[in-house]
């Protein structure tokens, strides 16, 4: 991992000479003081790190393709999501409670967390900025079809768009439709069309190449 | 559990002085218990050290877009689902 | 001032990805080691980022909404002493 410039929208404190903002030198201090102190081990805190990092969409991909080839799982999915991933050996983290929202052609689902950033980190990793950020924590449950359309989504009026707001312990994880003229393909090939933004809502799933099928 | 699904509820639009996960937009608001996703510590007394208990009924519930804003732009179909705790909620 | 559903704003949503820094990375794993270990749970951290000034909270980048939170709820367990973070930079 290697530090890189920023390039935030928002202002912030001088940088330091050595390029980093003071928050990264108060993360450090901070360590150091409570492992000093006995409080944390090091070792807890790169075990944490190594959870962190290894966090990616891959394991919510796996379960969207499983769900689209598998009906049966689908099911199972939609009505207890951390059972259905523990089927396919998938961690589902710290959550409570994980949801699972299927988007069809009458409903598409857009999750947001209003409060703060709550967010299903084991099946999706680390969420996006923009997911954090405060004009999509106000606006997505005020004007969604707004946001979507910023994020190139347009529905017809007739589908009903439902945006879940995580204020609480559950996790939702957003099931896109499966993209048609995708029959052919592996579940490993049906899992790379499965994107973050569309298991958060924000998106539908890639189309698949016109070469394959 | 006192709420039932296809329930109507009604968000208390009580003060409230401290910590609380209960969004400002539904307050006073009516929607639908759309799901009843068990019990779970109370954030409002673990964010000051207690350890949450007893805990609290949990409930996904569903409001009308246009039931919640003044003016909402999109169609009269749109929904919201707020995930809010039962001492929260009052029948409606 | 956490509560944000529907606050009117003129603010851009930015989409540029932002990968972790090291500190960011720290930060959260921080919390995640102090929640394991029953110091600090995650309402808690909620509760100690929404006692930031609300200028502060909205200037302030995510992570450093984080550590304002540990400092506070470390200062308030007795852990930390008041400025001895402040006395490490």
């Given at each position: 991992m290697t530090a890189h410039d920023h390039d935030h929208d928002h202002p912030h404190e001088p940088i330091g000479s050595d390029g980093e903002p003071p928050a990264a030198a108060r993360a450090r201090a901070l360590e150091e003081l409570l492992v000093e102190k006995g409080v944390l081990t090091r070792e807890a805190v790169r075990q944490r790190i190594d959870w962190l990092v290894s966090r990616s969409p891959a394991d919510g991909a796996r379960l969207v393709a499983h769900a689209w080839v598998d009906p049966e799982f689908k099911r199972r999915l939609l009505a207890d999501a951390r059972t259905a991933a523990a089927e396919l050996g998938l961690d589902t983290g710290p959550s409570p409670e994980i949801v699972a929202v299927e988007n069809t052609d009458q409903v598409h689902h857009m999750v947001v967390c209003t409060l703060c950033s709550c967010y299903p980190r084991a099946l999706l990793g680390p969420p996006p900025a923009w997911y954090k950020s405060l004009p999509y924590r106000s606006r997505a449950v005020s004007e969604p079809r707004a946001v979507l359309a910023e994020f190139g989504v347009e529905l017809d009026p007739g589908v009903e768009v439902r945006v879940l707001d995580s204020t609480a312990d559950v996790r939702y994880l957003v099931v896109p439709t499966r993209p048609a003229g995708t029959e052919g393909l592996s579940e490993d090939e049906l899992a790379a069309l499965v994107t973050r933004d569309s298991m958060i809502g924000v998106a539908g799933p890639r189309e698949p190449l016109s070469a394959s099928a | 559990m006192r709420f039932a699904l296809g329930q109507q509820v009604r968000v208390s639009d009580r003060p409230h002085a401290g910590h609380c996960r209960t969004p400002g937009y539904v307050k006073g608001k009516t929607g639908t218990v759309e799901r009843v996703h068990g019990s779970f510590t109370n954030p409002e007394t673990r964010a000051y050290g207690a350890d949450g208990l007893p805990e609290q009924p949990l409930y996904g519930v569903v409001f009308a877009q246009r039931d919640v804003w003044p003016v909402y732009a999109g169609p009269a179909g749109d929904r919201v689902v707020v995930d809010v705790y039962e001492h929260w909620l009052e029948k409606a | 001032m956490q509560d944000r559903g529907g606050v009117p704003t003129s603010e851009p949503i930015d989409r540029t990805e932002h990968e972790l820094d090291d500190w960011e990375l720290l930060t959260d794993a921080l919390v995640g080691a102090l929640g394991a270990g029953g110091?600090?749970?995650?309402?808690?951290?909620?509760?100690?980022?929404?006692?930031?000034?609300?200028?502060?909270?909205?200037?302030?980048?995510?992570?450093?909404?984080?550590?304002?939170?540990?400092?506070?709820?470390?200062?308030?367990?007795?852990?930390?002493?008041?400025?001895?973070?402040?006395?490490?930079?």
């Open positions: - | - | 110091i600090m749970n995650v309402d808690e951290l909620r509760r100690g980022i929404e006692s930031m000034p609300r200028d502060e909270y909205e200037r302030a980048a995510y992570y450093e909404r984080w550590l304002f939170s540990i400092e506070t709820n470390l200062i308030e367990k007795g852990i930390l002493a008041p400025g001895e973070l402040e006395a490490r930079l």
